[in-house]
């Protein structure tokens, strides 16, 4: 299955900054997914990054506060824009792993973007 | 609606079976998977159902239900290094995209 960088692992980060988040994978994908993931809480779904076109954000995200590029198959940023402490959380990237069972619900995911905001 | 629902917290002994369990909406249904996360780490895939049956995988298995919306994930031979988060997740089309469950904390004791 696809190995997933990500960076930063972790960043403590002002009140106001924004923050661009990396994630590369070591195969040419057509979807990568961003997650977030609140303090003791579950995995919602950002938006999709989709090569060559807009990403498609979920309900509760925009682009304002979340743009995300999205340059090549392999490759994707996610930024945080004018972080409040409401948007400590981690962020991770995720890719559609190994097909079982002819499925496409395997993902495979990033160690995560811990962030900090104070 | 697409949410999940699955218990906050389970505790049991190493050694032991364990059943977690999880109901769907069933709008848009497309398949129950289940996700291991240890702290700090990241989710890592266990098991999928499409199809309505068991699915082994070593001493993990997955059950689906779909006339039910149900689902669970049952851990057998439990080890202390099977304390973690896990979540059942749906797919909502063949595309990738994932609704968690709100996470279920395993805690195995000796």
């Known amino acids: 299955s696809a190995v997933i960088s990500q960076k930063p692992s972790r960043d403590i980060c002002q009140r106001g900054t924004s923050l661009t988040i990396q994630c590369q994978v070591d195969?040419?994908?057509?979807?990568m997914f961003w997650y977030r993931q609140q303090p003791g809480q579950s995995l919602t779904l950002i938006a999709t990054?989709?090569?060559?076109?807009?990403?498609?954000?979920e309900s509760g995200f925009v682009i304002d506060k979340f743009p995300i590029s999205r340059p090549n198959l392999t490759f994707s940023t996610l930024t945080v824009s004018n972080m409040s402490p409401e948007d400590s959380s981690i962020y991770l990237c995720?890719?559609?792993?190994?097909?079982?069972?002819?499925?496409?619900?395997?993902?495979?995911f990033g160690a995560g973007s811990r962030l900090t905001v104070l | 609606g697409q949410s999940l629902e699955q218990p906050s917290e389970v505790t049991a002994v190493e050694g032991a079976i364990v059943q977690i369990n999880c109901t769907y909406q069933?709008?848009?249904?497309?398949?129950l998977s289940w996700y291991q996360q240890h702290d700090g780490g990241a989710p890592t895939f266990l098991s999928y159902?499409?199809?309505?049956g068991l699915e082994e995988t070593g001493r993990f298995s997955s059950f689906l239900s779909r006339s039910d919306s149900y689902g669970y994930l049952l851990l057998q031979e439990l080890q202390m290094k099977d304390s973690a988060s896990y979540f059942c997740?749906?797919?909502?089309?063949?595309?990738?995209?994932?609704?968690f469950g709100q996470g279920t904390t395993l805690q195995v004791k000796p």
């Open positions: 159902n499409a199809l309505d």
């Open positions: 195969s040419q994908v057509t979807m």
């Open positions: 997740a749906r797919g909502s089309s063949n595309t990738g995209k994932l609704i």
């Open positions: 990054a989709n090569q060559g076109s807009e990403a498609t954000y």
């Open positions: 995720s890719v559609i792993g190994d097909l079982v069972n002819s499925g496409a619900n395997v993902l495979t």
């Open positions: 069933t709008s848009g249904f497309y398949g």
